[in-house]
């Protein structure tokens, strides 16, 4: 379980970097607010303040709108997210050990209904990242 939690968490973190490295550094300065195509130019992507993302007539229709969905700070909100969850159930884990040192089996068993439900919902995000090295086939739900 450790294993999985951590390579989780690393990929996790590889996303939050990708998002922090596409915000930054666009025509010498950093693209800030929501990405969305110009009004006045379709096909060009923006910034919240008009710094040109993608420059009209490169990306298609639907890569476009593809890239204003997923502009930096959704995939940033997207992985904080992700990073809490797996933070969690590693906490969920953690409760299960204790209580089963340390509770009778009838308490702890509901800790570990509890923890079995985290390590399914890991399994499946986990999933998300099986074209990654480090994915273990076992992991796969």
């Known amino acids: 379980m450790d294993e999985l939690v951590e390579w989780l968490d690393d990929q996790v973190h590889v996303d939050l970097q990708a998002a922090d490295a596409a915000k ?3 025509d010498g300065g950093e693209a800030r607010g929501e990405w969305r195509e110009d009004p006045e130019h379709p096909g060009r992507i923006v ?11 490169v990306a298609s229709k639907e890569q476009t709108a593809h890239i204003e969905a997923w502009d930096p700070e959704r995939a940033r909100g997207e992985s904080a997210v992700k990073a809490q969850l797996v933070k969690a ?5 953690l409760e ?14 509901v800790v570990e209904a509890r923890w079995s439900a985290w390590w399914s919902a890991l399994r499946r995000m986990a999933l998300m990242y099986a074209d990654r090295p480090g994915y273990r086939e076992e992991w796969r739900p």
């Open 24 to 26: 930054h550094k666009f």
């Open 47 to 57: 910034d919240g303040f008009g710094t040109t993302i993608v420059a009209e007539g």
């Open 89 to 93: 159930a590693h906490l969920a884990w």
């Open 96 to 109: 299960w050990q204790d209580a089963r040192r340390t509770k009778p089996m009838e308490e702890w068993a």
